[in-house]
């Protein structure tokens, strides 16, 4: 008991060290850019995306070095559902969030790509994705992130005209030691929170499947959440769905790709269902966002309720 004590609280200690190491990280990525003059919008889909996707990445790839791949797809998997169903569903039911899918069009269905794409992957290998496809998915986001960047530095000059006046540099040199900070301290968390997570489970008795998909799911997704209630509530409604978006493809692409590559996943046959959910949130979300072009707010409270059905379902439906 004293033991399970021990580690529940280690794991809130981790996901504090994640957030605010995550926190500290962007930060400074984001002085770097500027100072070096970078546009502001290959920051928020470069720098920021993987800034706060960076717990996902450190958990999923301790977790399959440690042997725990079902813990690292099941965080990939769970994380993208959390953001997609109850971030976005929660902001709008807080701020009606209007749409203009034109703008957000290509990464949905990039994103809508990637979930396939991995859906198929774990049908074909069915019991272990193998290096080549972890490279697949590697590529098809170097693929994607070349797109991005290319068509954000069309725009470079006119994006920061104005921001890089009113915006004042910090030092350098302290950027860059705080960006390195950040990223050790995101390594630390990262294992931490995996070690304790994995012994939880084992001592209630929970698969490292719904520990990935519950606890540290929502944990990693924290970074997304503050960042998208602030944009949110700033009225930048647009920005928060393509930070989503863009999230979730870095997420399956990119996070699962890097674990791959480390260590072949092992995929339990019950992660189909949790896939199935997340294919069915994506495209429903999609026919959402297309009745009204705006997302109001009894369209996010049935996202939020929908998402704690399927929290439910996994708690406590019988394995």
Not at 76 to 102: D, H, Q
Request: glycine share 10%.
């Amino acid at each position: 008991m004293g033991g399970t004590i021990l580690d529940v609280f280690l794991l809130l200690v981790g996901f504090v060290v994640l957030i605010q190491s995550a926190k500290l990280f962007v930060d400074s990525s984001v002085n770097i850019a500027k100072r070096l003059k970078i546009s502001t919008m290959v920051i928020g889909l470069t720098i920021v995306a993987m800034g706060t996707s960076a717990p996902e990445v450190v958990i999923s790839v301790s977790a399959a070095v440690g042997g725990s791949s079902d813990l690292a797809i099941a965080n990939v998997i769970g994380s993208n559902i959390f953001n997609l169903l109850f971030i976005v569903g929660f902001c709008a039911l807080l701020f009606p969030i209007s749409i203009n899918m034109k703008m957000v069009s290509r990464d949905y269905w990039v994103s809508v790509a990637a979930t396939a794409l991995l859906f198929v992957m774990i049908f074909i290998f069915d019991d272990t994705i193998p290096r080549l496809g972890s490279l697949l998915l590697l590529g098809g986001f170097t693929t994607y992130m070349i797109i991005v960047v290319r068509t954000a530095l069309k725009n470079k000059a006119q994006e920061n005209s104005d921001e890089q006046e009113d915006y004042t540099p910090k030092p350098l040199g302290r950027s860059i030691i705080f960006t390195i900070l950040g990223a050790v301290l995101i390594i630390i968390g990262g294992q931490l929170t995996v070690s304790s997570a994995v012994n939880i489970a084992l001592a209630v008795g929970m698969t490292e499947r719904i520990v990935g998909l519950t606890i540290v799911a929502m944990g990693t997704s924290l970074p997304e959440l503050i960042t998208t209630i602030i944009a949110c509530r700033k009225g930048e409604g647009e920005f928060a769905l393509g930070f989503i978006i863009g999230s979730s493809i870095f997420n399956i692409m990119f996070v699962l790709g890097i674990a791959g590559l480390v260590m072949p996943l092992a995929v339990d046959g019950s992660v189909v269902h949790d896939m199935a959910v997340l294919t069915l949130g994506t495209l429903g979300f999609y026919v959402l966002a297309r009745s009204g072009k705006r997302l109001v707010r009894l369209e996010g409270l049935l996202m939020v309720l929908v998402f704690l059905g399927y929290m439910g379902w996994l708690i406590f439906a019988p394995t």
